[in-house]
């Protein structure tokens, strides 16, 4: 999007109005092929215009530079042969002077209209939706660079084989039968061949012989990645009288997304064990932040039909106690009358006790299953609701007062 932008300093208004177009399914059969993006875009006329967005292939030597700086990175060898585009591929290539990103000059885009403005809006929608396909699937950039998957993979595999094919005759790294380097240049025959493999007991042996004769040295499992994932912007709204509106799924994507990454992370919750009640106040709660959250409560109270106070209630209390607080502020017991004594003196003179309470004045004690005390305040006057007023204190603690 920015090298698009870097051509619409002339007229800058076609950006948001193609951005409206691709919102709103006015792209039709988008393709991306080697080098160029074709699609059919639905504008005023009955007949679809015609977009052709192209960006420029990488040269032969560029991609030998390419195959050779993704093969000498271990890590990102294994998650590209694997199928997966790992993290920091982008900053790798630029450090050996390859833009695996278009910059300005490298994208091209053509239309059918006879809008005279580069890009029209047609031909910015067009681009909006390949930012949203290039997130669902990178290797599509190298796809744009001049490569399928399967050709890229291919040539990996080759480096691969070939690397392990001179460390055990000493052959000049990557030569082919004709004596050729293996890289872009090479032919296919020889470059992209099938990887026939290599014996596990060979590649056992060999990881021994690295670790010294020892334990095998086994490789080591990646790092998540330092942050949550960043779903996807819809390139069009859910149809009308659903319910359901672009903001509720991105907020239920990131969501999901928050809690993948936890749970790589060692969280032993996936929260799939909630009811829905507990889901709502988890999800309320991770809503409160500086600025209070107020307008996504609000939202979300509103698709959950409840008020927003009950919800902002709920929330407090799942931030403050997580399930337990939450059923303090819904639900009774019978707690043992040894215990409730201690919050009688907890909270002073004249406190009432009633099954799990403690109640003076607008300040209130509630005694969770798990032992410890949920601080609760009035809110409003005479027989305003009960809302949480902070995190919990052991029972046996002073700062319960």
Known sequence: MEALEQRARLDPNRLPRGRT??????VEELEVRAGEVVAAVQGSRAEPYRVTVRVRTYSDK????????????????????????????????????????????????RCSCPDWAEPCKHSAAVCYLVADTLDADPFLLFLMRG???????????????????????GRAPYATEGGAADGAGASQATSWATDAGLNAQQA???????????????????????????????????????????ASLQSLASDAAQRAWEMAHGE????????????????AAAMIGPSGGRREILELASA????????????????????EGLFVLLEQWEAPPE???????????????????????????????DGRWYPFRRSGRGTGAWAPDGPPTEADEPAAR
Not at 21 to 26: E, H, L, M
């Open 268 to 283: 032993r919750s996936t929260g799939l064990e909630l009811s829905a009640a507990q889901d709502l106040a988890r999800r």
């Open 304 to 323: 959950a039909g409840i008020t927003a106070r009950d919800l902002m209630h709920h929330a407090l209390a799942w931030r403050d106690g997580g399930s």
């Open 21 to 26: 177009y691709a919102r709103t399914g006015a």
């Open 147 to 169: 490569r399928d998957r399967d050709s890229l993979l291919a040539g990996l595999r080759a480096r691969r084989a070939a690397s392990a094919g001179v460390a055990a005759s």
């Open 204 to 246: 056992w042996a060999r990881w021994a012989s690295l670790s010294g004769g020892g334990s095998p040295a086994m490789p080591v499992i990646p790092l998540p990645r330092a942050r949550p994932g960043r779903p996807t912007v819809l390139a069009v709204d859910p149809p009308a009288g659903l319910g359901i509106t672009s």
């Open 62 to 109: 560029e991609w030998d530079r390419t195959l050779g700086t993704l093969a000498s990175q271990a890590g990102h060898l294994a998650s590209l042969l694997d199928g997966e585009m790992p993290p920091g591929v982008a900053d790798d290539l630029a450090a050996a002077k390859i833009d695996l990103l278009p910059v300005a000059g490298e994208v091209q885009p």
């Open 339 to 369: 215990v409730m004594a201690k919050g009688r003196a907890l909270l002073g003179q004249g406190a009432t006790v009633r099954r799990n309470r403690v109640t003076l004045g607008a300040r209130q004690l509630r005694l969770g299953r």
